[in-house]
């Protein structure tokens, strides 16, 4: 999708345009959405952007008024959601301006007011975010609208004024213990994975006053983040990565150490009172003949097994492969005289002193564990199985600025912001315009790759980071170091050819070169999350699922944080994970559901 330019829209902003007068615009046009929603839904069409093939208006929904993920693009597809939802539409009132409207120029030839505000429909408040450009008639339309439930009236979040009022007079180790045991109730929800993703799925679950259970195999809350290796770091900034209801203390790090977020997911669990039994893990789950409800065998500690009937939902919050590593076979693995280990694996490189380390992989990971090899001495090699793309973290944090930074906009306002933007537009000259710009930024660090032979991309369709997040959740690197490692030759590459097979000694490539290593590491990812679903409910419920990875055709992603199939999806990378929990749309989806669930029984 093309941006609708200053040069394509014939049209100029004033060269004695204010803020106020983009305020007082964002106002009007505020106020004429509301008026119209109220009085003839059909014609708020009438305050978008003409249609127009190469850049159509937007209006991206997420639970506010259609329950689900959706993007309509153009104003045959808009006018046709009006009519659909034009009940919802007529309830919208108390529109109220959130923050002054503010004229952005991301590009000299772009320009647009971007306007946040609150409104009302009879069962949620909301939060919606519009993008204003200029016409040539001097009026100012929308080329994108963001609509976000925020709250469901009649389910207040247990927070401030409706938290628990009452005194527990020395019973509260003893209700947590009954509440914990589930030995005299039923769990409505039970969610699968206690990482990042699915202890924010329970707390909103149970702030919202639903009973949920979450299962983690490991035998501490936080050792899928403890037992990796020891110089992990989380690559995105704090501003991006604070859980409900609990944000990280303003003393926290930019960029947080594994190991301390596994203590702080631990310490989270414990203060918010969440359900979850560890060393535990669940060996069934089959749905019921009528598809209303879930039953779940679990294996505790101690090999006892507890059942549970009539489940309502199963969230998977296993991680972005579902928890499975990816272990490529390739011939020759067996005839190996030295260490073969997945990345998943391993821990530090004291223990590869004075070895030759060969890495299978360029993402993340392989970077990771090739910075600490090359800081320990060690001689390493990362092998590039394709290119992948490269930005630093500097023009990582480029991207976010001023919406997740220091003193930047609340959360709740910044994740509106955030995903305010439709995934077609991002996925198209938006986004090739942002990777451009922050290739500019990086051009040193992607010089100095360059010249070592590094093979990079710009990302599917020059979009970088964009989609390849959103389809593939890998093939990129945001640079912590080791970039300057390559440039100067500490750290070796190898690419442009396959692997034959392994040797005895090493590895031999499709191009007839061989060489020499004493450890091998598959840095080769994590599997599908489909395969999981298969594992615990069976070939026919995993024959169901979708992939939870990849747009669909309106540019929404297929499988994550919603149903893909007959079970949910909670899992991500920290921010997007905890972004779509923290105003928590799915989870009120859930909530709805099942007070529906219940006034029908």
Known sequence: MSLPTLQRLSSQVPADFTQEKASAIATRWIKSFQGLCQ???????????PDHPDHPPFWRDILALTWNFRTFAGGETISEFLRDQASVLRQICDCKPLEHAQLQQPWPDVAWIQAVFTFSIDLAHCMAVVRLVPMPDNSWKAHTVFTNMQDLKQHPEMTGINRDPHPAHGYWARQRAKELSFDDTTPEVIVVG??????SAAARLKFLGINALVVETNERIGDNWRNR???????????MDHLPYLPFPPTWPVFTPASKLAAWLESYAQN??????????IVSARLSSDENGWNVVIRCPGGTLREFNNVQYLVLATGLGGGKWNYPKIPGMDTFSGKIMHSMQYRNALEHKSKRVFIIGSGTSAHDI????CAAGIDVTIFQRSPIYVMTSAAKHAMSAGVYCENGSPLEVADCLNASYPNLIMAGEFGQRLTATLAQMDQDTLDGLDGAGFQRSMGINDTGLILLAWQRAGGYYIDSGASKLIAEGRIKIKNGTGISRITETGISFEDGTETTADVIVFATGLGNARDTVREICGDTVASRCTSIWGLDEEGELNGCWKEFGVVWANVGFIPSTLHFVSPCPAIKRLDADLEIKKSKL
């Open 229 to 239: 290796y020891d110089s992990l770091c989380l690559h995105d900034s704090v501003w």
């Open 194 to 199: 206690a990482g990042h993703s699915g202890l």
């Open 272 to 281: 918010l009172d969440l359900n979850v039994w560890t060393s535990s893990t």
């Open 39 to 49: 009085s003839n839904p059909c014609r708020v069409v009438d305050l978008f952007l």
């Open 370 to 373: 090739a910075v600490d090899h």
